[in-house]
């Protein structure tokens, strides 16, 4: 699970963010090794996991944001046995430990708004240990190199990246992996 995760992003750091449906088709298409599914349904996210699989890319589901399911643990077990995803993303830590403790892979996503945001990321990160860390607006790359600096859990820069200068400047100051739902970015 783990691994997995690490050698995709080591093959390409470019994470395709869907946001709408529309653009999975594409994704699926593109180089990325692994797709974050931004915008689901209770009746479509199965779906959209298996082709994502089946295409042999790496599916992680942005549970926060699926439309007609509950953001508990009961929610997360459901998706954990039934649809299988690769990995989950949240904002919420509950859903962290709730995933955690279902040996599922996790991304936390902290949104970087201010000094005190940073710190309660840092200090969240260290409390709940996810397996890995989005952090976003992805187009600050002297945050990205601080939080690098201050943690040992992989990060993904993500949120407004629009060019290729976006992707290195966050790639040099420490970025695991870039996600981005600009589809020419997933074909750098």
């Known amino acids: 699970m783990k691994t997995d995760f690490y050698n995709r992003v080591h093959i390409n750091p470019i994470i395709a963010a869907i946001t709408e449906n529309s653009q999975l088709d594409n994704a699926l298409q593109s180089p990325c090794e692994i797709i974050f599914l931004l915008k689901s349904d209770i009746f479509n996210v199965g779906t959209y996991v298996d082709k994502v699989k089946a295409s042999g890319k ?67 990160i260290d409390t709940m240990k996810p397996n890995a860390v989005e952090l976003l607006p992805g187009i600050m790359p002297k945050i990205i190199k601080r939080f690098h600096k201050s943690t040992n859990i992989p990060l993904i820069a993500g949120g407004l990246i629009m060019d290729k200068e976006d992707v290195m400047l966050n790639l040099k100051a420490g970025a695991t992996a870039i996600s981005s739902s600009c589809e020419e970015v997933w074909y750098m």
């Open 58 to 124: 790496g599916a992680y589901v942005h549970v926060d944001l699926i439309d007609g399911l509950s953001k508990d643990a009961l929610a997360i077990k459901y998706i954990h046995e039934n649809i299988h995803p690769d990995g989950i993303i949240t904002t919420k830590t509950g859903i962290v430990k709730a995933a955690k403790n279902l040996n599922m892979f996790v991304i936390q996503r902290l949104f970087m708004l201010d000094h005190l945001s940073f710190e309660t990321g840092l200090n969240s």
